[in-house]
C-alpha cells in the first residue's frame, strides 16, 4: 500500500460573520461511472429484505397491504432520491447528505447524522459477517464460522483497499447477480402465473382474495409492513454519497437516481406480486423468515414449485452474495463517511488522508475495526448486542433520510432567501416543495411508530423498546452535546453558501 498523501484541499467561505466549512474534495478520483454508481445503489437496497423477509410482509398485511405499502414507501424514496440529486450535483462531496445538513441545517446535526451514520454502518459489516457465518453452515456445518469471518472481511477489505475503480468493478458484478436472480425469479413466476408453467397447487389469483385478503389486520399492520418496506429500501442514498467519486456528476448522478429507482421499485413490486398470487398469505412457510433457513425463502418456494429442486441451494448462494455486496458496500460507504467528517474538521485529520490511489485507508482501517467486532459475536456466541446494534443501524438509516428531507427544504428556501437563480442549478428536483415535506414526515412517523405496541407494556418489554429506540437518543446527545461545547445553532437562511457550489455545478455542465 502505498504512503497517504495528504488530504484534499479546505477552504471557508463567510457570510455575514459565520464560519461554513465548505470543502473540495479534489484528492477523490472521479472514477465511478453510471452503472457502477447503480448497482452499488441496488446493491445496497438489494438483499435479503427482498430475498428472505418479502414473505414476511405479505402474511403480514396479505398482497394488497403489503402492495399498497411499498408503492408508497417508493413513492417516498423516489422523493428523497430526487432531492438527493440535487444537492448531490450541486455539490459533488464524499460527505453527501453529512455536509448537505451541516451547511444547510444545524452544524451539530451534521456532525451527529456524520458519526451516528458511519458508526451503524460500520456495525452492519459485522452483522453481515455474522450472518454470513450462519449461511456458510449450510454447506460446512464443521468449520468454525471465525474462519468465514475472517476471510470475508478480509475480502472486503481488500476490494475497498485496491482502488474506487476495482470497488466499483467488485460490487458491479456482486449485485449483477442478485439482478439476475431477481429478473429469473420474476420470469418463472409470471410464467406459472398465466399458465406457461405449472404453479404450486394453491397458486393463483384467488390468494388475493383468500381468507381476509387482500388486506389482512388492517393499519396496524400496514404501519408494519412500512417498516419492512422502508428498511428494505435503505442503502439508495449511497449513490450520493458516491458522488464524490462519480465522473461527471451533472450526468451520472441523476441518470443512476432515476435508474436505481425504478428498478428496485419494480423489483419489489413485481416480486410482492408474484409471491401474492404463486403463495397464500395463510402459508405458514412466510413466516419463518430467517437468514439461517433460505430453504423458505419465498423465493425459494416459488422456484421449488417450479420443479426446481436446486432452489434452496441457489437461493442459499444468492443470499450469501446479497450479504457479502451489503457488507462490502457498508465498508465503501461508511469510510467515505468517516472520510468527510475529517476533512470538514469534524473527526480526527488522520481520516481524510488519501493514498495515491485515491483511498481514504486510514478511514478503512478504523471502519474494519468496527467490522472486526464479528469476531467477538463468534467467539462468545452472544448475538443480543448485535441485534441492538442491527436496530441501531436500522434506525439511523431513517434518521439521514430525514436529514436529506431536511437539507434539500432549507436549501432551496436558502437559495430563495438569498435571490439565486435556479437555472443554475444542473440538476433540480421536479417534486419540490411536496419531495422533501412528505418524506420527512413520513420518515418521523416511522421512526415514532416502529415499535409502538410495545409500549402497551413497558414493565415486561422494556429492553425491545430500548433495541428499537436506542438510535434516537445516542443521535440526540451527539447534536445536542456538539451545540453545547461549539455554540453552533441552526444555520440562518441569509447565512448559507452557494458560491462554490454553484461553481462547480457549472463546471460540471460545460464539461457535459
Not at 407 to 432: I, N, T, V
Request: proline share 4%; net charge neutral.
Amino acid at each position: 500500500m502505498s504512503s497517504p498523501t495528504t488530504s484534499s484541499s479546505r477552504r471557508a467561505s463567510a457570510q455575514h460573520g459565520h464560519q461554513h466549512p465548505v470543502v473540495e474534495h479534489d484528492d477523490l478520483q472521479r472514477k465511478l461511472k453510471a452503472r457502477h454508481l447503480t448497482m452499488i445503489a441496488v446493491g445496497g437496497a438489494v438483499g435479503t429484505g427482498l430475498f428472505v423477509a418479502s414473505g414476511a410482509s405479505i402474511a403480514q398485511a396479505g398482497p394488497g397491504g403489503a402492495l399498497l405499502m411499498y408503492m408508497l414507501i417508493g413513492l417516498m424514496v423516489y422523493c428523497l432520491m430526487t432531492s438527493l440529486g440535487e444537492l448531490a450535483v450541486h455539490m459533488p462531496v464524499a460527505g453527501s447528505f453529512v455536509t448537505y445538513s451541516a451547511l444547510y441545517v444545524d452544524e451539530g446535526f451534521g456532525f451527529a447524522l456524520g458519526w451516528n451514520y458511519w458508526f451503524s454502518l460500520a456495525v452492519t459489516i459485522a452483522v453481515e459477517l455474522t450472518a454470513a457465518q450462519l449461511v456458510m453452515q449450510y454447506w460446512f456445518p464443521d468449520v468454525p464460522g471465525v474462519v468465514w469471518s475472517a476471510g470475508f472481511l478480509l475480502l472486503m477489505f481488500g476490494l475497498n483497499a485496491f482502488s474506487v475503480r476495482g470497488f466499483g468493478e467488485a460490487e458491479y458484478w456482486f449485485a449483477l447477480i442478485k439482478v439476475v436472480t431477481v429478473v429469473v425469479f420474476l420470469g418463472v413466476g409470471l410464467l406459472m402465473i398465466f399458465g406457461i408453467m405449472q404453479g404450486g397447487p394453491q397458486s393463483g389469483w384467488h390468494n388475493f382474495t383468500t381468507g381476509d385478503a387482500p388486506f389482512v389486520g388492517g393499519i396496524p399492520a400496514m404501519f408494519g409492513v412500512a417498516m419492512i418496506a422502508g428498511f428494505s429500501f435503505l442503502g439508495t442514498e449511497t449513490v450520493g454519497v458516491a458522488a464524490g467519486e462519480a465522473e461527471r456528476p451533472a450526468i451520472t448522478i441523476p441518470r443512476a437516481i432515476r435508474q436505481t429507482f425504478w428498478r428496485i421499485l419494480l423489483f419489489y413490486v413485481l416480486a410482492i406480486l408474484v409471491i401474492g398470487v404463486l403463495i397464500p398469505y395463510t402459508d405458514p412457510n412466510l413466516l419463518r423468515n430467517d437468514v439461517t433457513d433460505v430453504g423458505v425463502s419465498p423465493f425459494a418456494l416459488v422456484f421449488r414449485h417450479a420443479g426446481l429442486a436446486f432452489a434452496a441451494g441457489l437461493m442459499n448462494a444468492v443470499v450469501l452474495t446479497a450479504l457479502l455486496s451489503a457488507g462490502t458496500s457498508s465498508m465503501y460507504v461508511s469510510t467515505r463517511i468517516l472520510y468527510g467528517l475529517a476533512v470538514s474538521r469534524r473527526a480526527p485529520r488522520v481520516f481524510g488522508k488519501l493514498t495515491r490511489n485515491g483511498v481514504p485507508f486510514y478511514a478503512l482501517l478504523a471502519t474494519t475495526g468496527i467490522g472486526a467486532l464479528c469476531f467477538l459475536s463468534s467467539l462468545l456466541g452472544n448475538k443480543t448486542a448485535y441485534l441492538w446494534l442491527l436496530n441501531t443501524s436500522a434506525m439511523t438509516g431513517f434518521i439521514a433520510w430525514l436529514g436529506i428531507a431536511v437539507s434539500h427544504y432549507r436549501f432551496r428556501r436558502g437559495m430563495a432567501r438569498q435571490g439565486h437563480d435556479l437555472g443554475k442549478l444542473a440538476y433540480r428536483s421536479p417534486l419540490y416543495p411536496f419531495g422533501p415535506v412528505f418524506s420527512a414526515v413520513l420518515c418521523v412517523v416511522i421512526i415514532g411508530g416502529q415499535n409502538y405496541q410495545a409500549f402497551a407494556d413497558i414493565p415486561n418489554r422494556w429492553p425491545e423498546i430500548v433495541a428499537t429506540y436506542i438510535g434516537v437518543p445516542v443521535f440526540l446527545v451527539l447534536w445536542l452535546g456538539y451545540r453545547m461545547v461549539t455554540g453552533a445553532r441552526l444555520i440562518a437562511y441569509e447565512d448559507m453558501p452557494f458560491e462554490f457550489a454553484e461553481r462547480k455545478a457549472e463546471d460540471e455542465r460545460e464539461a457535459a
